[in-house]
C-alpha cells in the first residue's frame, strides 16, 4: 500500500537548521509530484510548495522562499525539507502529502513531523 | 491566491444529528475543491474531491456539494468517530489554498 513515513520530532534552537524526511513506497515515487504543508500548533493548514519528484524542481509558495529547502533522493525514494536558520514561529508540524491518480486532492499524508524551535 | 472562507469555525451536535460545512472561494473555483477530516494528533485524511466526489472508503454519509463560489460538506447520522476538525481545499488555481477549519464536537 501507498506509504509516506516522515522522520521523527526535532527540537531545535532559534538559527540552527533541519532536514526533515519522507520516504514514499508503494509507488513509483517519480510518478507524482511532492506537497509540503504547515500547520502551526492549533492552526489550520498552510501550503509550502512542491518538488517535481522528475527534475528535481522545487516550487515555494511566497511564504517559503526564503530559508525553506526542498530536495529529493530519488534511488531511496525520499524527499526532503531543509529549514534554515530556524525561527520561533517555524514551530509546527509539517507534513509531506501526494495527491491521488485520479484527482488533486491530497490522498496521501505522511504523518506529520513536529519541530520545535525554542532557546 | 484564492482565499477560503469557512463557516462555522466550530459545532457542537448531537449523535444521529445531520451536520453542515460552508465553505466560501472569494472566485470562482470551478467545483476544484476537497473537503479533509483531521483527528488530534493526525494527518488530515481526503474525504471528498471535485466537490461532490466520494473519495474511496469514505463512509457514504458524508456528502459534498456546490458550485462556483459556495460549497458544504454534509454529515447525515452524526457518529462519534465524525469528532474532528474540517477543513476545505481549493485546488483550481495555484497555490492551492485553505479553509481555516470546522471544529465539530458532540454536544
Known amino acids: 500500500q501507498i506509504q509516506l513515513v516522515q522522520s521523527g520530532p526535532e527540537l531545535k534552537k532559534p538559527g540552527e537548521s533541519l532536514k526533515i524526511s519522507c520516504k514514499a513506497s508503494?509507488?513509483?515515487?517519480?510518478?507524482?509530484?511532492m506537497q509540503w504543508v504547515k500547520q502551526a500548533p492549533g492552526k489550520g493548514l498552510q501550503y509550502m510548495g512542491w518538488i517535481n519528484t522528475q527534475t528535481g524542481k522545487p516550487t515555494y509558495t511566497d511564504d517559503f522562499k526564503e530559508r525553506f529547502v526542498f530536495s529529493l533522493e530519488t534511488s531511496a525514494s525520499t524527499a526532503y525539507l531543509q529549514i534554515n536558520n530556524l525561527k520561533n514561529e517555524d514551530t509546527a508540524t509539517y507534513f509531506c502529502a501526494r495527491r491521488d491518480y485520479n484527482n488533486y486532492g491530497f490522498a496521501y499524508w505522511g504523518q506529520g513531523t513536529l519541530v520545535t524551535v525554542s532557546s | 491566491d484564492i482565499r477560503m472562507t469557512q463557516s462555522p469555525a466550530s459545532l457542537s451536535a448531537s449523535l444521529g444529528e445531520t451536520v453542515n460545512i460552508e465553505c466560501l472561494a472569494s472566485e470562482d473555483i470551478y467545483g476544484d475543491l476537497a473537503w479533509y477530516q483531521q483527528k488530534p494528533g493526525k494527518s488530515p485524511q481526503l474525504l471528498i474531491y471535485?466537490?461532490?466526489t466520494l473519495q474511496n472508503g469514505v463512509p457514504s454519509r458524508f456528502s459534498g456539494s456546490g458550485s462556483g463560489t459556495q460549497y458544504s460538506l454534509k454529515i447525515n447520522s452524526l457518529q462519534s468517530e465524525d469528532v474532528a476538525t474540517y477543513f476545505c481545499?481549493?485546488?483550481?488555481?495555484?497555490?492551492?489554498?485553505f479553509g481555516a477549519g470546522t471544529k465539530l464536537e458532540l454536544k
Open positions: 481545499q481549493q485546488y483550481n488555481n495555484y497555490p492551492p489554498t
Open positions: 471535485n466537490a461532490n
Open positions: 508503494g509507488y513509483t515515487f517519480t510518478d507524482y509530484a
